[in-house]
T-cell receptor, first 110, second 112 residues
Framework: DAKTTQPPSMDCAEGRAANLPCNHS???????VYWYRQIHSQGPQYIIH???NNETNEMASLIITEDRKSSTLILPHATLRDTAVYYCIVRVYRDDKIIFGKGTRLHILP | DVKVTQSSRYLVKRTGEKVFLECVQDMDHENMFWYRQDPGLGLRLIYFSYDVKMKEKGDIPEGYSVSREKKERFSLILESASTNQTSMYLC???????????FGQGTRLTVV
């Protein structure tokens, strides 16, 4: 079973920051948080991952709470092309299984 | 560019046929995965492999088998296709532990 909980859907206005929450209250100390997204009819695409520090790359920022029980993916200036299902995944250290939950369907509104 | 390639984008097979779905990666990754994706059910792990000739069952292995004879290739086999195996099938690979997964474009299989 997936170890994360995400809202099923969210809306965000184009040009605004999209903040996608994820709850992973049972995360272990050596588990990483990964985010992927899936645009319609394509395979999932990696976005970002982190252990306990906040991370930023060209696509997004990842904010992990100090207790590591939740995280937020931030898309700083959402565009229509960011419309997708976003998956938050906790990856068990040294276990190669990747288990997806239901994700959050993000709608970007023009 | 790194690539995970699935042999077919669309496939139509008859009930009872033996079906092979092929996946090839060019990143020298150790780990490979097969998922199926259905509306309302998300991505579900069928099988994965962490080395040549090694395989592990995922959450829904029934009705499927896999083969990993070479590091770059991971095949999903439907021994006797049934209509409830109509789905989108996605292959993925990862390298060392905790690196990101790369996915293929998917194979939409219809069993009639």
């Amino acid at each position: 079973d997936a170890k994360t909980t995400q809202p099923p859907s969210m809306d965000c206005a184009e040009g605004r920051a999209a903040n996608l929450p994820c709850n992973h209250s049972t995360i272990s100390g050596n588990e990483y948080v990964y985010w992927y997204r899936q645009i319609h009819s394509q395979g999932p695409q990696y976005i970002i991952h982190g252990l306990k520090n906040n991370e930023t790359n060209e696509m997004a920022s990842l904010i992990i709470t100090e207790d590591r029980k939740s995280s937020t993916l931030i898309l700083p200036h959402a565009t229509l092309r960011d419309t997708a299902v976003y998956y938050c995944i906790v990856r068990v250290y040294r276990d190669d299984k990747i288990i997806f939950g239901k994700g959050t369907r993000l709608h970007i509104l023009p | 560019d790194v690539k995970v390639t699935q042999s077919s984008r669309y496939l139509v097979k008859r009930t009872g046929e033996k079906v092979f779905l092929e996946c090839v990666q060019d990143m020298d990754h150790e780990n490979m995965f097969w998922y199926r994706q259905d509306p309302g059910l998300g991505l579900r792990l069928i099988y994965f492999s962490y080395d040549v000739k090694m395989k592990e069952k995922g959450d829904i292995p029934e009705g499927y088998s896999v083969s990993r004879e070479k590091k770059e290739r991971f095949s999903l086999i439907l021994e006797s296709a049934s209509t409830n195996q109509t789905s989108m099938y996605l292959c993925a690979s990862t390298g060392d532990t905790n690196t990101e997964a790369f996915f293929g474009q998917g194979t939409r299989l219809t069993v009639v």
